[in-house]
């Protein structure tokens, strides 16, 4: 959970802070480490919510693209209340979803949302199992890369290799981000071997509600900038480890012939 009530205001967690939950009312702490992004807990790992799951740096970025208003919205309905991810000016509810989810819960949170609902997914984790072609192209053939196609335009075919089997028979729109510019809309199969869909731009995505683009651009070239530089120091550490075992095999080598000499 990323704001809570402190002093009658949604906030951001900051250092050795205590707020209030906004779905249960229940009080609340911050956590500020340096791993994890900042946020908010309940005491003794209890959750109020049954949906909670642990969120990342990915959450946080399309949460606060749509801004604090819209993010993690508190809706009561049958007796029930939960948390929605992002509800939109238009009261669209974007459930963000990074990790695997069982088909029942698709389920439940399609039932309790409504129509008007979508499912943006983290699709980073199977990007290298999830490959798309031209629709009408020449016969598909596996490959090692995640897409093919340089023209984004019109419908695309897409193979899923150990495809995510829970979202076989979701009934809302679905959308994953593959961590690029774009994002692929799944217009069928979705969750089994092979399906079609479309790219669509994540500036209009944003845009069509309401979102900052801005916003978002900003924190997505900060993230890759970030990302390459992790890559880049552990280039440097597999490097500085392969020398080392370099120079170990050579100054093995360097003992067994002094040795021999010596007979």
């Not at 919205?73 to 009261?91: C, F, G, P, S, Y």
């Not at 419908?155 to 809302?172: D, L, M, T, Y």
């Not at 120091?233 to 597999?238: F, I, L, R, S, T």
Request: glycine share 8%.
């Amino acid at each position: 959970m990323f704001w809570a009530i402190v002093n009658n205001e949604k906030v951001r967690p900051q250092p050795n802070t205590f707020g209030t939950c906004p779905t249960c009312g229940g009080k609340v702490h911050s956590k500020c480490g340096e791993i994890n992004d900042w946020h908010w807990a309940h005491y003794k790992g209890q959750n109020c919510d049954p949906w909670y799951e642990p969120e990342s740096d990915w959450h946080l970025d399309w949460k606060m693209t749509f801004g604090k208003e819209c993010a993690e919205q508190v809706i009561r309905k049958n007796n029930e209340i939960h948390r929605a991810d992002v509800l939109t000016k238009e009261n669209v509810v974007i459930e963000l979803q990074n990790s695997p989810i069982r088909k029942g819960i698709i389920s439940e949170r399609e039932e309790f949302y409504g129509q008007r609902m979508l499912w943006l997914i983290n699709g980073g984790h199977f990007k290298n199992n999830f490959q798309i072609f031209e629709l009408d192209g020449p016969h598909h053939r596996w490959s090692s890369e995640h897409n093919q196609i340089k023209n984004k335009i019109g419908r695309k075919a897409f193979q899923w290799n150990h495809a995510r089997r829970s979202w076989a028979e979701v009934n809302r729109h679905v959308f994953i981000d593959f961590g690029t510019d774009t994002l692929f809309w799944v217009r069928s199969g979705m969750g089994t071997k092979t399906g079609i869909g479309l790219f669509i731009s994540k500036k209009d995505f944003i845009l069509k509600y309401d979102g900052d683009y801005e916003y978002y651009q900003e924190q997505f070239e900060l993230r890759q900038k970030k990302e390459e530089q992790r890559l880049l120091e552990n280039k440097k550490k597999e490097d500085a480890e392969k020398s080392k075992r370099i120079q170990q095999g050579h100054m093995r080598l360097v003992r067994r012939y002094r040795k021999r000499k010596r007979w």
